[in-house]
């Protein structure tokens, strides 16, 4: 028989027999299991006020957590080698170049930024697959950026991730069991007889039948294949989950279970997220604050409000505004929006001063030559910019010429001290510089 | 099988030369696997008419994807049965001879892919690819005719340098170039149908911004009917005129993006707008999820192809939902379809899905 | 790519080397002494003590290290080599003396790699003639019947050892159909001398190589350009309005042809190194043959002298097979 190939891929999504609902709560999974199984049967019990319910609105702010993670100039340095007989290091890609941040417990920091920010590397310099060149990660009394890999071990049971792509993160040649279970045997954790009653716990929290441990991850849909991810994060009870993408190779209707999903085990297993994704949408749902990368550095970061309603670093506002907005349609034609010209500059030799200043519309003097510092000017909010406004109210002469003893060009000034003292901390300090008054102000 | 025209004009306009350019009746495509025949289309009509843009929205599987490459012949006529009509510029193309196909092909229609990287030959020089692609159908020209064209394409799709970037290789262009330069090849021939098929997925969003204003601007310039294939409803929102909601195969809802996006009448519609948040939305909107997973189309279900995922089949009386296919009927609005069996689902929308999805939108309507 | 090439020939040399040296001491730490063989050979297996003489004269009672030293000077000065009571002399570059014809070994390598190499090219021309043609049509026709057939019986061909498939060929067109073209295997004169005694001498031996090749072949050319033509760029070429020849043999086979030209590079090195099974079989004076004769009599130099032959042929193949895949695909860069 010949097969078309599209004809295979449209066989793909097959799905196991009797799985369980895919609306991410497990009250909802016991109720709908049986009724669920067949197409036939219908989910005349799923009513749309039920299902609404377990929907998930946008995760709020704990502002007394406590940080669980702290960041503090982490650097991740990868060397280019030249050609030729001898391979000597000519250079370095600086992917994160000295990035500062707190995850605050049982809470969500939200990282975003295109492709070759930096961001996955972020996320995998936390789990470790990494080792930093510089900075510290505080985690628990300990510095993961110090520890051996030997030493990192223990702690590797507490920060997991979840991966982007369902379909190569598991190990095709493994049951669904051994996948899940593979961490409790790793780190010999409970007795042998204990493993596939945790095994079937963890699928049913992640809303999956219990019944298919036995299962290999081809059985599953994406979606599912997600969920069998998640479980194996969730297997040694992290405090930290780092998520990658999570959900940007799924189905759009597969996405918001999954998201949802991530609410409830959150809410109910009190894990801190970092979460990663160039999807501005589902991280602004999902993460109350949240730090805009570009080009190995963070460019400014808030809490959500600030972020998406108030930003004040022009790549913030240039992003935001390419973001194809489905409200768009009640008025028709495109949204206004800020263009930004060219492709990001290479890692290997960014611009001098400010990373983004090639493609900025409001770049001077100042930001080739002085590199802004990322400045706190409100409670919850951080911006590295010299010309730090509201969309429309950028200011005509630079904000931080004080603080950095330079003039408007950037050029030091004869005998001036620079003399802000905020500018390392990776969380946010209880007084800020105002960019009206250019006075430090506070609660 | 139903079959709905989708504007009242389309069952006539076929034989008038200034009728939609591109018109689907019908149509029917069905793949033999090994585990039986999988019909990945039914029944599936619609028309574009030059300088307009029909988005095509739906998952994987959905059968969007499976359609255009139908009206693209790109099917292999060996594993694929198709039925019903595709008019293209008034051709009628299923059971066109392969030869005859081929002339169209990348002259009069075109069509651009998700994954520029993966879609250009790796092993060839970008300018080589255009060229190719401009003297297939225009024998009587030169290398350096073609050559030329090539730069100049690239030039249009804003590659700067053309005249040196015309002998990369695909793997040294950044994604956005790539699908540039993959638009440049697309259209090089001045189609007058394009199909764009995923065109900005891989892309970040200022990238995606950049190649969506330029697909538009190319729209104006050549006057040319683009069909957009896309999962992103706020793509949609930007780009088409016209949305074709596809589902299992079969187009469940069709109207005008406004008509689509702000008063949909279909569950599936309201399931994917409540299931994707949105950067101005309200933070007290919820994300309601569709339950389940899409349907295999080897064993379809019964009914309506949505109700095994559907949360509001109990505003149906009886199991109408289950033994009987809608059929695709006029909603409120002109020219807006639906296939659904609840009675007024209008009024389901306004007092029951958008007061969870867009509290603040409700406010305004008041 | 200069230096890249350079660095690789030093490895290369370093290989060569350390195959030398592995050779070198496992003959000196055999089981029995490597005169053996030799004092047997002259004295008419009435060798007893005298083997100490041949021991003596061979340098088999010197430390390991001078022994190797003096091949290694051999190799670039030359050296005068004794064996019993007699000298032979032997020039530069020196892989000794063969124990059982005393004659210098790299006088008959070099009169042996022409049979070699004939055997080797027209084997793989075969290869190349029959396989990939055969394997491309086989993917076009993927699934049907005929492709099905084609893939079973290649299959079948291709698990029947080789040195059975080279003798039942011999035995059944050369012995029991009496063939005329087949009736005398052999390599009789260079092409340069006697075209059709070189051709017909040969041409069995082809047959055979080529035959069993070119399931391979097929089966590797139908592989990847199955999985070529499955590529998105072939439905961007077939959207181009591009005729299917175009499509299947400029698109797809460019690219199916890199893992074929991979697989083929090892294996023509492999054959210029000397095919053993065809040159015993179809009696073909080659070096295959000859290395097989030199490890059954013990003879050192020999066996020597063809290892490091085959290393720096396999050495020369591998970097030329990745030059050309840096040609073949621009996205690699050799470093």
């Known amino acids: ?443 | ?366 | 790519m200069f230096a890249y090439v350079v660095k690789r020939l030093i490895s290369g040399v370093l290989v060569v080397t350390l195959v030398s040296m592995a050779i070198f001491l496992l003959f000196w730490y055999g089981p029995s002494s490597p005169a053996q063989p030799i004092c047997d050979r002259e004295t008419s297996n009435r060798c007893g003590n005298k083997i100490e003489i041949y021991e003596k004269t061979l340098g088999y009672n010197n430390p390991v290290h001078e022994e190797y030293a003096k091949f290694v000077k051999g190799v670039f000065v030359g050296r005068t080599l004794t064996i019993a009571s007699n000298d032979y002399e032997c020039s530069a570059p020196c892989l000794g003396v063969s124990f059982r014809t005393k004659e210098p070994v790299k006088e008959e390598l070099l009169s042996r790699v022409p049979a070699t190499f004939s055997v080797a090219i027209g084997g793989a021309f075969l290869y190349l003639l029959f396989g990939i043609p055969i394997g491309v049509a086989a993917a076009r026709r993927r699934g049907s019947v005929a492709d099905k057939a084609l893939v079973s019986s290649f299959l079948f061909i291709s698990s029947i050892p080789y040195y059975l498939f080279a003798l039942l060929t011999w035995l059944y067109l050369t012995v029991t159909f009496e063939i005329p073209l087949f009736s005398n295997t052999g390599y009789f004169s260079p092409i340069t001398e006697g075209p059709w005694a070189w051709f017909s001498g040969l041409f069995l031996a082809w047959v055979a190589l080529g035959i069993f090749g070119c399931t391979q072949y097929t089966r590797f050319t139908r592989g990847a350009m199955v999985e070529a033509l499955s590529e998105d760029y072939i439905r961007t070429a077939k959207a181009k309005g591009l005729p299917s020849r175009t499509i299947v043999y400029k698109h797809g086979l460019r690219a199916a042809l890199v893992p074929v030209v991979t697989i083929f590079g090892i294996d023509f090195g492999t054959l210029l190194a000397g095919t053993i099974f065809t040159e015993r079989i179809f009696e073909i004076q080659g070096i295959g043959w000859w290395s097989l004769q030199a490890v059954q009599g013990m003879d050192l130099p020999v066996v020597q002298a063809t290892a490091i032959f085959s290393a720096v042929i396999l050495i020369i193949s591998n970097l030329l097979v990745d030059i050309v895949y840096s040609v073949l695909d621009p996205r690699v860069r050799l470093s």
Request: proline fraction near 8%.
């Open chain 1, 1 to 443: 028989m010949t097969q078309d190939p599209n004809a295979e891929a449209l066989t793909q999504p097959t799905e196991v027999g009797a799985n369980a609902a895919e609306t991410g709560d497990r009250r909802l999974t016991q109720e709908a299991s049986d009724a669920y199984g067949q197409h036939e049967a219908g989910v005349e019990d799923l009513d749309f006020a039920t299902v609404a319910e377990h929907g998930h609105t946008a995760s709020e702010l704990d502002p007394e957590a406590p940080a669980v993670l702290t960041v503090d100039n982490l650097k991740m340095y990868f060397p280019v080698r030249s050609t030729g007989l001898v391979r000597r290091t000519i250079g370095h890609v600086q992917a994160v170049d000295g990035i500062s941040f707190e995850v605050p417990k049982g809470g969500s920091l939200g990282l975003v930024g295109e492709s070759g920010c930096g961001k996955s590397t972020t996320g995998r310099l936390i789990t470790r697959l990494y080792k930093p060149t510089g900075g510290s990660m505080m985690f628990d009394g300990h510095d993961l950026a110090k520890l051996s890999n030997r030493e990192m071990k223990p702690l590797r049971r507490d920060v997991q991730m979840i991966f982007q792509d369902p379909y190569t993160s598991l190990n095709p040649r493994h049951t669904v069991g051994a996948i899940v279970g593979a961490p409790l045997e790793v780190h010999n954790i409970v007795p042998k007889n204990k493993v596939l009653p945790r095994v079937q716990e963890l699928l049913e929290i992640v809303g999956l039948n219990p019944e298919h441990y036995n299962r290999y991850p081809n059985e599953f849909s994406g979606g599912q294949r997600q969920r069998i991810g998640i479980a194996r994060a969730l297997t040694l009870n992290p405090k930290v989950l780092v998520a990658d993408e999570p959900v940007s190779a799924l189905d759009v209707s597969i996405q918001a279970q999954v998201v949802n999903l991530l609410q409830d085990i959150q809410r109910e297993f009190d894990v801190a997220f970092l979460f990663i994704a160039h999807d501005l949408a589902i991280v602004r749902h999902f993460c109350p604050e949240v730090a805009v990368m570009y080009l190995g550095k963070i460019v400014e970061i808030g809490d959500r409000e600030t972020i998406y309603s108030r930003p004040h670093h022009p790549y913030t506002q240039a992003l935001l505004s390419a973001v194809p907005d489905v409200k768009q349609a009640a008025v028709g034609g495109r949204r206004e929006r800020i263009r930004l010209e060219g492709d990001v500059p290479s890692p290997i030799n960014p611009p001098s001063g400010c990373r983004f200043r090639t493609r900025c519309q409001f770049a001077q003097e100042i930001c080739a030559k002085v590199e802004p510092p990322l400045l706190q000017i409100g409670k919850r909010h951080k911006v590295a910019c010299h010309f730090a406004g509201e969309l429309g109210e950028h200011p005509a002469t630079p904000v931080t010429t004080e603080l950095l003893g330079v003039d408007d060009q950037g050029s030091p000034v004869p005998g001036a001290t620079p003399t802000n003292t905020q500018l390392t901390i990776p969380g946010y300090e209880n007084t800020w510089y105002d960019l009206r008054t250019k006075q430090t102000t506070g609660v």
């Open chain 2, 1 to 366: 099988m139903t079959s709905v025209p989708v504007t009242q004009s389309a069952a006539t306009a076929a034989e008038v030369v200034d009728g939609p350019y591109l018109q689907v009746e019908d149509l029917q495509v069905t793949f033999p696997t090994e585990d039986g025949p999988l019909t990945a289309v039914k029944g599936l009509s619609y028309s574009v008419e030059k300088g307009k843009t029909l988005g095509i929205v739906g998952e994987s599987g959905s059968g969007k994807s499976v359609s255009s490459m139908a009206v693209m012949g790109l099917h292999d006529p060996k594993s694929a049965q198709i039925s019903g009509s595709i008019r293209v510029g008034g051709t009628e193309v299923v059971g066109l001879s392969e030869a005859r196909m081929r002339s169209l092909r990348g002259n009069s229609m075109a069509m651009i892919f998700q994954d520029a990287l993966a879609a250009l030959h790796p092993f060839y020089k970008i300018g080589a690819q255009l060229e190719e692609a401009y003297l297939v159908h225009h024998s009587g020209a030169s290398k350096r005719d073609a050559r030329r064209k090539a730069i100049e394409m690239l030039d249009r799709v804003g590659i700067p340098q053309p005249d040196r970037r015309v002998d990369d290789f695909p793997h040294q262009f950044s994604g956005g170039m790539r699908q540039r330069a993959m638009i440049a090849m697309g259209l090089v021939n001045d189609p007058s149908l394009l199909i764009a098929d995923e065109p900005t997925t891989a892309l970040d969003v200022t990238v995606q911004a950049q190649i969506l204003d330029l697909l538009q601007d190319l729209q104006r310039e050549f006057n040319s009917a683009v069909i957009i294939i896309t999962h992103d409803l706020g793509v949609i929102a930007e780009m088409a005129d016209d949305v074709l909601v596809m589902y299992a195969g079969r187009c469940v809802e069709y109207g005008t993006t406004k008509q689509i996006l702000t008063s949909p009448e279909m569950p599936y519609t309201w399931g994917l707008l409540s299931s994707i948040p949105d950067v101005t939305a309200s933070t007290d909107a919820r994300l309601i999820p569709i339950p389940g997973n899409p349907p295999s189309l080897l064993n379809p279900p019964t009914g309506c192809p949505f109700h095994p995922r559907c949360v509001h089949s109990d505003k149906v009386p009886g199991d109408l939902c289950v033994t009987e296919l809608p059929a695709l009927t006029p909603a409120t609005g002109p020219g807006h379809l639906k296939r659904c069996h609840i009675a007024d689902p209008s009024a389901v929308y306004r007092t029951e899905v958008l007061p969870e999805i867009a509290p603040e939108l409700l406010e305004e309507t008041r």
